[in-house]
C-alpha cells in the first residue's frame, strides 16, 4: 500500500482537516504550516472540527454541523483529511457508521478534485474497550486500512507511530487526561503528516522547541513508518505479539 501523497502540486498546497479535538489540541495544522514552511515548503491549512465530533456527524448533511462540513469541503482543497472519535472501534455498528462516514464523504471529496485521506488517529494513552494503546492502534489500522482499500484513500498512519513510540521510547505521548497528544505526541503527528504529504524525511523539520534527542527520535520514528512499507508494520506487530 502507498501511504504518500505526494500530489506534485508546485503551489501552496491546500489541506482540510476534518475532525474533532484530534485535530486542534496542540494545533496540528498550524503547526504543520509552520515547521514545513520553516523547511521550505508551503502547505496552507484549515480545519471543519469540533470537540467529540465523529465522522458520522460530519456527513450527516441534513445536520447544521454536517452541512457545514460540506460547505467547508466544497471550498476546493488539494488533500483532506478525515479523523474520527477514538470510539469508532468500540463496536461492530460504530465501525460500520465509520466507514459509511468515510464513504459519503470520500464521494464529496471526490467530486471537488481533491484526494481523501485518512488521519488514522492516536490512541488513548489508557485502556479502553478492553484494547491497550497498542492494540488500539492496531483496530485503527485495521478498520481504516479497510477504508483505504475500499475507498481507495491514502493515511497518514499516526497510530502506527505512536505504537512504535509506545513500544521503544518511554516519551510522554498524551497530556495529563491521557486522551489528547501531549506537545511530544502532537509532534510526532506533525512528522508523519510532513512525510506522507511530501515524501520528504522528516529530519529537514526544526526541532520545535524540543530537545534534541527527543525531536531526532520523533522524526525517526515518523520516518520508519511512512517509508518502511507494510512488512515493517506486520513485522512490529508479531514483534509486539497482537
Known sequence: MDMKINTGVTRPLKVLFVGN????VNDIPETLHRLAAQAGFEVDCDSAVKGGATLAMHADIDSEFGKNTADAIEKGYDVVFLQDNGNCIRSDELRAACLEACNTLGKAIGKTGARASIYV?????????????IAQCVEFDKLFGEASQEFDFKNAYVNRAFAYAI?????????????????????LAVCVFFCTIFNVSAKVLDFDGLPDEVA???RDIAD?????????????????QI
Open 121 to 133: 488517529r492516536p490512541p488513548y494513552g489508557t485502556e479502553k474497550w478492553g484494547y491497550d494503546p
Open 224 to 240: 520508519k513508518v511512512v517509508f518502511g512499507g507494510e512488512d515493517l508494520w506486520e513485522n512490529f506487530c508479531i514483534d509486539a
Open 167 to 187: 513500544k521503544h521510547t518511554d516519551l510522554e505521548l498524551w497530556g495529563e487526561d491521557h486522551a489528547h497528544t501531549s506537545k511530544i505526541g502532537a509532534y
Open 216 to 218: 531526532e527520535a520523533l
Open 21 to 24: 479535538s484530534a485535530v486542534y
